[in-house]
């Protein structure tokens, strides 16, 4: 059994920055096939970065050049910067078919 417990979301204003959390308990074979996604209110979940099986990274288009995935041995990070108002979101961790309970980002303009 796998738990992810993500931190760090919170209110910001546009162009502020946050770092959320995920640290993962219980049986993980590497953070590279973790990731973050997120979903707004009336739309679907989608992919924001994670680490790819040949040791890169992936993000949305929208939010390349402000987010960094990074992590240690079982933390991952999303650095963000730069935050904009359709970043407003509940921001998941993911782990193959393990999903944190969420952490809520609300960007103000």
């Known amino acids: 059994q796998v738990q992810l417990v993500e931190s760090g979301g919170g209110l910001v204003q546009a162009g502020g920055s946050l770092r959320l959390s995920c640290t993962a308990s219980?049986?993980?074979?590497?953070?590279?096939?973790m990731g973050w996604y997120r979903q707004a209110p009336g739309s679907a979940r989608e992919l924001v970065a994670r680490f790819t099986n040949v040791g890169g990274t992936t993000y949305l288009d929208s939010v390349k050049g402000r987010f960094t995935i990074s992590g240690d041995k079982t933390t991952v990070y999303l650095q963000m910067n730069s935050l904009k108002s359709e970043d407003t979101a509940v921001y998941y961790c993911?782990?193959?078919?393990?999903w944190g309970q969420g952490t809520q980002v609300t960007v103000s303009s």
């Open positions: 993911n782990y193959l078919k393990y």
């Open positions: 219980g049986s993980i074979f590497s953070t590279n096939s």
